[in-house]
Each structure stands twice: as C-alpha cells, then as structure tokens.
C-alpha cells in the first residue's frame, strides 16, 4: 500500500510537469547589467526581466533558461529570494547543445496578462564549444568555424539566442537534427519578442567592448563611465524585433567614416580601407532606393579569417582581407547599409528588401541577366523549403508559413527577395521608390500596410499577389509555354499568339520572351494559379521559340518553359 501511494505521488509528479508551459510567459523588458571579465573569460549578470503569462491560465511557474555553460546564482521576486530547481535541458539553441534551466516557483500565481518581474543573477563562461555540430556529423574543424562563439583573453565573440543564450529566455528544446526544429524555435521567441526591449549596461574590465543597439549600430566602452574597475556603455533595444544582442571585445582600432565604423584587428587596417571605400561608393545607390540611414552602419572584424559572417541589424561581424573581391565587398556593404536605412520589425520586409538591393545592385552594374544570376542562387532554397513545408505540414500551414510569420530563413530572405522584384516588375521601379519612401515601421500594424502603399502609388489592385505570397504560402507557380501560333502579316511579319498554363497555386506576372530571327521581344503576362492566360507578340521577322520566365519569378518546375517554333511551320 505504502508503494502505491509512493508511486502515485510520483505519477502525480510526472503529470504536473508535463502540464509545465515553458513558454507562457513573454519577456517584454530586460534591464541588465551585463559584466565581461576577458583575463577569467568570465561572463557576469545582474538585473531584473519583466514577464507577461500570455497565456490562457493562471501560472504558479517561470522558467528561465541559459547556456549551460553558466549557473544561476540567485532569482528574487519581490526583493525576496524565491524557491527554484535548477536542471540541465537538452536544446540546440546553445552552443554546448544544452541550456541550464531554472523552475521557479512564484510567490503567488500571475493571472493571464499579468506581469511579474524577476530579479536574477548568473555567472561562468563561455568556451568555444561545437558540442551541437559535432552531435549531428559536422567535421570537428568545420564546426569550430562556424560556432567561433567564446570569451577570450584576446579576442571574445558571442551572438545570443541560437547560439549563444547568455540572456536569459525560455522556449521549447530544440533539435538541429529535427529539419527546422532549431529555426522555428528561435523565429517563435523573435516573433514574441518583436515588441519588448532591453536595457544592457554593457561592462567590460579590459579590451574595447562593442555591442549592437536597437538601430544596429555599436558604440566602444566610455573610460569615463566605470564601474568597479569596467569601462561600460548602456545599450538600449526598443524593441528588441529582429536584432539579436551580440557583443565583441578585442584590441581594436577603428575608422570611422560617414557612412560606416570599422574596427579592425591589428595590422588590417588596409582590409578596412577596403570595406569603407565599398560603403562610399554604394552609399548613394541604397540612399536612392531606401533613404538615408537611419544609424551608422558598424562592422567588426571576427579574428578566424574562415569564420562566417554574422549580422544583427546594421551591425555585421566578419573576417577582413585585403585580398577579397572588391565586387563581393560592395554587396555586402549593399546589404548592410539598406538595414541602417529602412528598419522593419517584419522579417521578410527587412531581411528581403536587402536582398533584394543586392540584385538590384547588380542589374545597375551590370544589367539585368547579372541580377537575375544573383538570385538564381537562392532559387533552389526556395523550392527545397516550399518543398519541405508541402511534405511536412497540412494544409493549416499555408497562413502557419506565411511571409508575414514564417520562421524559415529561405523564406523571409530569399523567397522575400523574389517577391519584392516582382513587385519591382509589375508596379515600375518609380512607384515602388515611392511606396518604400512612405513607409513607416512605426505605423506597420497590419499585414496589408505595404500592399495598400504599393496599391496607392501604382494604382493597381495587388490583392491577389499579396494572398498568393504573402499572406498564405501557395507554394511557386509552374508555369508552362501550352502553344503558339504564329500568323503572317501583310507587312512580312508574324503575329504570335502565346498561351502560358500556370499549373501551381501561387499566380503572378511573369515576362513571355519570344526569340526571333536577330534578337527577341518581350512582354508581361498575368498567371493566376490554376489558370492560363493569352498574350499576342509581333515580331518582325521568323519566331523560333517561345520562353516563359526569364527567372525573375521562382518556380516549382523550369523545365517545361520553352516551346521550339519549326520553321516549317510557319505560314506561307
């Protein structure tokens, strides 16, 4: 008897935890104090976070969690000490593959939509660690590339949630073997935090200290403000919407430029010259497009040259070289500069409009077949990830997987790119400038805000490409080339009537090229889905074939988009 009710209980306790909801609660403020001791490689924090239950029940738990890497040192509610159980949690969210997560038990429970705040302090440090990539087969040298996160003596380098959490946050576990376990996991917590902010006073004790505020852009530690013995800079992010706090420490020097700082390591100084004279010559094409920059755009030099860049808002950590290619320097200063120019708390506004300057960089360079092979190299992405989300998801996930709330990077980037270039070919380059100049991140509140400034300038009704590809996900078109039938013409040249078949759910205006004795003549076609649609094409001399889709549109299928004209079929 004694047993059964042992085991009861125990049952009691299983079921009490599961019912446990990690991500009630929404951190809507942070105000830390946030130490960085180089000679220890030793990471400290003091402060208090502000959390909302968002959701439906009252509840009795917090959960707060951190790299495992560090350790709590006190939680308070209240000036008060409360009771929490500390315990390992398996998440690829951090770089050791595990976060050391706090349970704490409130004092009283927190109705939906009430607020606690939360004094905490932690401490440890961060190593280098490729615990997560090692576990899924990554090549121990590839890895240490790719997770270069750590606090050094020299050199200290660490991004926050996704690869580093060392601000404290609390999601579900996430799995970089499980397809876009990891992804979704961080898009859901950005997408949470969209509206919060922090408040960071940033301290380091040696080095120069930078960390990226809410406009991307980075400041030095002030030798005038200290704090036991630490140069410090408070840092504010509001709101913290796409912008993933990082910071970096190193012996920097730096050069400063009206439209970019670059801190650079010793002995690069010509590598930084470089990157400045870059940003100087693409500055007034990104003016042109997306105004002036709102901040100072601010790069930091990485200390592994084979590391990959890393960027949050304006702010981009990356190796320098005097030898990189001056053509690949200007688009990735294209880039960044257009995020120091049009923030925008909507993923696929921010990261796909500086994609889209890159391509629209390139056109201006070197025309429009140039731009068109820049973004060939995302089109397989796109078509993977629509793939992946066909198979994996029901039909529930067309709104879940939308551009306005997707968490898949090959969505908000690269899908996002196509489609603000082909609102680029349907509305005119004029009238785009201008729905881009009218806009306000502040008053972006509902998902149409962009549709109705585009639809204002153009004087088009964009209704159905906006559900096509952004309000839901359709998938890409497939479009096809069904016929055509050239006619003679008493002046000695041919009418050709096309008609195009768009076999996928996703409709849009799409070019119809048809190529003729000496060159070729193009028009603009609209597909809906699951449709077709006639276009007629003179042509001056004998038509030879026909082509669809000259790549500006993404599709499922390219292979069914020419049809050969035989000569001998042309009429007499």
Not at 459 to 485: H, I, Q
Not at 493 to 518: C, D, H, K, M
Request: some cysteine; glycine content about 6%; overall charge negative.
């Amino acid at each position: 008897m004694k047993f059964f009710c042992v085991f009861c209980v125990l049952c009691a306790s299983v079921v009490n935890a599961f019912a446990l909801d990690r991500e009630a609660f929404t951190f809507t403020n942070y105000d830390l104090d946030v130490r960085v001791e180089p000679e220890q490689q030793r990471l400290a924090v003091r402060g208090r976070i502000t959390l909302r239950n968002d959701s439906a029940s009252p509840q009795k738990n917090v959960f707060l969690q951190i790299s495992s890497s560090l350790d709590w040192r006190s939680i308070q509610v209240g000036g008060k000490a409360v009771q929490f159980v500390s315990q390992p949690y398996l998440s690829d969210i951090d770089h050791t593959g595990a976060l050391s997560e706090a349970i704490v038990t409130l004092p009283q429970p927190i109705a939906p939509n009430g607020m606690v705040e939360v004094e905490v302090g932690y401490e440890g440090t961060i190593p280098l660690d490729i615990t997560r990539l090692t576990g899924i087969g990554v090549p121990e040298d590839a890895a240490k590339h790719t997770d270069w996160d750590q606090i050094g003596k020299s050199f200290s380098a660490v991004r926050g949630i996704g690869y580093v959490v060392w601000y404290p946050v609390a999601t579900e576990s996430a799995d970089l073997a499980d397809g876009n376990s990891l992804f979704e996991t961080v898009g859901r917590w950005k997408e949470k935090e969209a509206a919060s902010q922090a408040v960071l006073n940033f301290c380091t004790t040696s080095l120069t200290g930078l960390m990226n505020d809410e406009h991307g852009s980075a400041a030095g530690t002030s030798p005038s403000s200290t704090t036991a013995g630490a140069d410090c800079e408070e840092h504010t992010f509001a709101p913290l919407g796409q912008t993933t706090p990082a910071f970096v420490l190193s012996d920097y020097s730096t050069l400063d430029r009206p439209a970019v700082a670059i801190h650079y390591l010793p002995g690069h100084k010509p590598a930084a010259e470089d990157y400045a004279l870059a940003a100087e010559l693409v500055a007034p094409f990104v003016a042109e497009w997306f105004g002036a920059p709102r901040g100072k755009a601010v790069v930091a030099e990485l200390a592994d040259p084979q590391a990959p860049p890393f960027e949050s808002g304006s702010m981009l950590l990356t190796p320098l070289s005097p030898s990189a290619d001056s053509r690949l320097t200007q688009m990735t200063a294209v880039h960044q500069l257009t995020h120091a120019a049009f923030p925008s708390s909507r993923s696929w506004i921010y990261e796909g409009l500086a994609h889209f300057a890159q391509a629209a960089y390139r056109e201006q360079q070197s025309g429009r077949k140039a731009a068109l092979d820049f973004m060939a190299q995302h089109r397989t992405a796109v078509a993977n990830a629509e793939n992946t989300i066909k198979a994996e998801h029901d039909k529930g996930s067309a709104a879940r997987e939308s551009l306005i709330n997707t968490s898949v990077e090959e969505l908000y980037r690269s899908k996002a790119m196509y489609v603000w270039w082909m609102l680029h070919d349907m509305v005119g380059e004029a009238a785009l400038k201008k729905a881009l100049a009218a806009y306000r991140a502040e008053e972006d509140k509902a998902p149409s805000y962009v549709q109705r400034l585009v639809e204002a300038q153009s004087k088009r009704d964009l209704e159905w490409f906006f559900d096509d590809w952004v309000y839901r996900d359709r998938g890409l078109p497939d479009f096809r080339v069904e016929s055509a039938f050239p006619r003679a013409t008493v002046g000695g040249g041919y009418v050709v009537t096309v008609s195009v078949e768009n076999l996928g759910e996703a409709g849009t205006e799409v070019p119809v090229t048809l190529r003729v004795e000496g060159g070729e003549i193009t028009k603009r076609l609209e597909v809906r889905a699951k449709s077709k649609a006639v276009v007629r094409i003179e042509a001056p001399t004998a038509p030879q074939e026909v082509m669809v889709n000259d790549g500006s549109v993404p599709e499922s299928d390219m292979s069914n988009n020419i049809l050969k004209i035989e000569v001998g079929t042309l009429p007499k």
